[in-house]
Antibody, heavy 117, light 107 residues
Framework: QVQLQESGPGLVKPSETLSVSCLVS????????WLWIRQPPGKGLEWIGY???????NYNPALKSRVTISADTSKNQFSLKLKSVTAADTAVYYC???????????WGQGTLVTVSS | DIQMTQSPSTLSASVGDRVTITCRAS??????LAWYQQKPGKAPNLLIY???SLESGVPSRFSGSGSGTEFTLTISSLQPDDFATYHC?????????FGQGTKLEIK
């Protein structure tokens, strides 16, 4: 079955770069789109961006200047980098899969990243 | 960006009740709407896509309806496992946006 597993640093200092990875098993990265979504503690969900099956990317304009999503299909994983973080970037970061239409049918369990000095 | 507004924000109900959650879009999204269930400390779980299509494995007591700007999620007979937070999400256009969530509590 499809499984997604995030890994991240847990704690990042303000102004530094947040890096989170997602390991995919049970599905080909060349067939689906792969996304990042975040949820600040006690708040709603925010779509960050995706990398498509062809390698193209699309980002939320609210974060676009700070976000990079990349994929390494040989390792079956994709990654999120968010630069110049502040406390407002503290959230659970989820990776997810889209089958073509942009609803999300498989999710990782999420990784909490806290921005604090 | 398309704004998604859910109502109510909190809903208290009992096992066996029929409940309805509403999601409104700030502009027409046709039927490009999904619903998710989220339990504390867990990732969201897809329930419904394209407004009314039930995801595989989701119990038939869940149903969705609507088109354009107004949508509903209905649970026909609440079970203990259904007490959770529910989110709607539009995928008509990027950026894909979510409602603020509806917390379904035990009365």
């Amino acid at each position: 079955q499809v499984q997604l597993q995030e890994s991240g640093p847990g704690l990042v200092k303000p102004s530094e770069t947040l890096s989170v990875s997602c390991l995919v098993s049970g599905a080909s990265m060349m067939t689906y789109h792969w996304l990042w979504i975040r949820q600040p503690p006690g708040k709603g969900l925010e779509w960050i961006g995706y990398i498509s099956s062809s390698g193209s990317t699309n980002y939320n304009p609210a974060l676009k200047s700070r976000v990079t999503i990349s994929a390494d299909t040989s390792k079956n994983q994709f990654s999120l980098k968010l630069k110049s973080v502040t406390a407002a970037d503290t959230a659970v970061y989820y990776c997810a899969r889209s089958s073509g239409y942009f609803y999300f049918d498989h999710w990782g369990q999420g990784t909490l990243v806290t921005v604090s000095s | 960006d398309i704004q998604m507004t859910q109502s109510p924000s909190t809903l208290s109900a009992s096992v066996g009740d029929r409940v309805t959650i509403t999601c409104r879009a700030s502009q027409s999204i046709n039927r490009w709407l999904a619903w998710y269930q989220q339990k504390p400390g867990k990732a969201p779980n897809l329930l419904i896509y394209k407004a009314s299509s039930l995801e595989s494995g989701v119990p038939s007591r869940f149903s969705g309806s609507g088109s354009g700007t107004e949508f509903t999620l209905t649970i026909s007979s609440l079970q203990p496992d259904d007490f959770a937070t529910y989110h709607c999400q539009q995928y008509n256009s990027s950026p894909y946006t979510f409602g603020q969530g509806t917390k379904l509590e035990i009365k």
